[in-house]
């Protein structure tokens, strides 16, 4: 279904009208930063001004991207990816969090799956939120077991924890923003969530969570098993 002309108005006014202000504090903090006469203390107020007004901005471009799935106008740009090695390089993203909540990562990715067509910055992301949701869940001195398998046709990536096992709320909203943004306590966990599930159902895949087989729950990306 077509997304109502009037819904992508809105899109657009609210795009523009975040992203603005927004972005013009950080472009004339970044040309006072700029300057080379600054004193320290000067200069680490125009940084913390410039990183927050990064923060600020990424978050107004998820929850936009968050309104626009909802919209059915949620944009891809696939190449030729491959799925093992994007997956490496979320992983690798993720290890100093892992290494602060002294939790090991390891990883079983089936190396033979072929170049698929895909988004790679927005599977990427995706990959990174189902593994931030499961290090939240995982108790220290605990794994995390990553599994990247080719199943019916499909792609299945699968994060196992050994935290509880998740109850039915949770297992049926653990996609779901504000009730991710609840348990995390922060905005950019459940939009981070929430964009993993569009992202992997845009590539005419889907996104659940499950309870693990050995207890924990496991978090598991579906996609195409379709070669670029």
Do not use: C
Not at 72 to 79: S, V
Not at 170 to 184: G, H, I, S, T, V
Not at 197 to 215: D, I, Q
């Amino acid at each position: 279904m077509e997304p109502r002309p009037g819904k992508l108005d809105v899109l657009r006014i609210e795009g523009h009208d975040l992203r603005s202000p927004l972005a013009n504090i950080r472009q004339y903090a970044g040309m006072a930063l700029a300057r080379k006469e600054l004193d320290p203390r000067t200069r680490r107020a125009l940084e913390i001004i410039v990183k927050n007004a990064d923060r600020a901005l990424d978050l107004v471009e998820a929850w936009l991207d968050v309104r626009r799935s909802g919209a059915g106008t949620l944009e891809l740009h696939p190449t030729p990816t491959s799925l093992p090695g994007l997956v490496r390089m979320a992983l690798a993203d993720e290890k100093a969090a892992a290494d602060e909540a002294g939790v090991q990562v390891r990883a079983d990715l089936d190396e033979a799956i072929p170049p698929l067509a895909l988004d790679a910055d927005r599977m990427r992301r995706a990959v990174r939120a189902i593994v931030q949701a499961a290090l939240r869940r995982a108790p220290s001195g605990s794994t995390i077991r990553v599994r990247l398998r080719p199943h019916d046709g499909e792609v299945r990536l699968e994060v196992e924890d050994e935290g509880p096992l998740p109850g039915a709320e949770e297992r049926e909203r653990a996609f779901d923003p504000e009730y991710q943004m609840l348990r995390a306590r922060r905005m950019a966990a459940g939009l981070a969530m929430a964009l993993a599930r569009a992202s992997a159902e845009a590539h005419g895949g889907g996104a659940f969570l499950e309870a693990g087989p050995n207890g924990g729950a496991t978090h598991v990306l579906r996609l195409p098993l379709a070669r670029a």
